[in-house]
């Protein structure tokens, strides 16, 4: 099961940063946070991901909390083309394994 | 940019027939996923393959199911005989030995 809480569903004007959060209480030392989207039925897009400091990237930036039990995604600049759901998934970094999982998401609706 | 993909972008099957899923990862990647989405649902991990095994399987992935690496390059999900309910997308991911997984644009597959 998805070890991360999201909501389900938030709004963001266009050009306005668009702040996603992201809660995983329960996440171990050893675990990474990702961030994934996906647009429509599309494959999901890696976006960013962190262990405990702060990230940022050409498509967004990652902010974890000192306590790393929650993180925030924030995409700076908001276009139409950012409407998708947004996935938070903690996982390990297993040498073999390494799946996700993938929970519901927060579905990110950006309007004109 | 490289990216992973995949064929066909919908296969259309009668029930009890077998279909192939083909997936080609990028080229230097080492590590291999199948996942897949019901229409409506979520993401869920199928089966991990590294170094010519599976690494770990889902309970979804039964004896219905299974993967091949059949040369350098690409990286197939078998179903032998196909139930309704396999009507979905199916997802290849890859990565290397770094943790980022890439996913592919997803094949539709349909069973009748």
């Known amino acids: 099961d998805a070890k991360t809480t999201q909501p389900p569903s938030m709004d963001c004007a266009e050009g306005r940063a668009a702040n996603l959060p992201c809660n995983h209480s329960t996440i171990s030392g050893n675990e990474y946070v990702y961030w994934y989207r996906q647009i429509h039925s599309q494959g999901p897009q890696y976006i960013i991901h962190?262990?405990?400091n702060n990230e940022t990237n050409e498509m967004a930036s990652l902010i974890i909390t000192e306590d790393r039990k929650s993180s925030t995604l924030i995409l700076p600049h908001a276009t139409l083309r950012d409407t998708a759901v947004y996935y938070c998934i903690v996982r390990p970094e297993s040498p073999r394994g390494g799946k996700l999982i993938f929970g519901q998401g927060t579905e990110l609706s950006v309007k004109p | 940019e490289p990216e992973v993909t995949q064929t066909p972008s919908h296969q259309v099957t009668q029930m009890g027939q077998e279909v192939i899923l083909r997936c080609v990862p990028i080229?230097?990647?080492?590590?291999f996923y199948w996942y897949r989405q019901i229409l409506g649902q979520k993401v869920e991990f199928l089966v991990s393959f590294y170094n010519n095994e599976i690494s770990e399987k889902s309970e979804i992935f039964d004896d219905q199911f299974s993967v091949e690496r059949p040369d350098g390059s690409n990286f197939t999900l078998k179903i032998r005989s196909t139930k309704l309910e396999d009507s979905a997308m199916y997802f290849c991911?890859?990565?290397?030995?770094?943790?980022?997984?890439?996913f592919g644009p997803g094949t539709r597959l349909t069973v009748l």
């Open positions: 080229s230097n990647h080492l590590y």
């Open positions: 991911a890859s990565r290397e030995t770094t943790h980022t997984q890439y």
């Open positions: 962190g262990l405990k």
